[in-house]
């Protein structure tokens, strides 16, 4: 069945960087669209960032456009999500998604905190 196991949440301070880490198993990953998502404390949940299955098209959402940056490494079946001068907003679960959006499914979340 499908596994989705994210680390590298934690708290950290404005401007500063976290690197999130998605580890994949129990389907063709490297044919599969993945995508970062989020929810923060009440509200919905929020596509983040995406990358098809060679990376030749990845995406992300204009809120964190030149801040964040997803990739992948196919032989290790991860996905990562780099994630630099975060800001207070960016405080959420973060979670490694199938597919694009927000409908596919997902780990059990790594919670990220931005705050002084």
């Known amino acids: 069945q499908v596994q989705l196991v994210e680390s590298g949440g934690g708290s950290v301070q404005p401007g500063e960087s976290l690197t999130l880490s998605c580890a994949a198993s129990g389907f063709a990953f490297s044919k599969t669209v993945m995508s970062w998502v989020r929810q923060a404390p009440g509200k919905g949940v929020e596509w983040v960032a995406g990358a098809n299955g060679d990376s030749s098209s990845t995406n992300v959402d204009d809120s964190v456009r030149g801040r964040f940056t997803i990739s992948r490494d196919n032989a290790k079946n991860m996905v990562y999500l780099q994630m630099n001068n975060l800001k207070m907003e960016d405080t959420a679960v973060y979670y490694c998604?199938?597919?694009?959006?927000?409908?596919?499914?997902r780990g059990q979340g790594t919670q990220v905190t931005v705050s002084w």
């Open positions: 998604a199938q597919y694009w959006g927000t409908a596919g499914p």
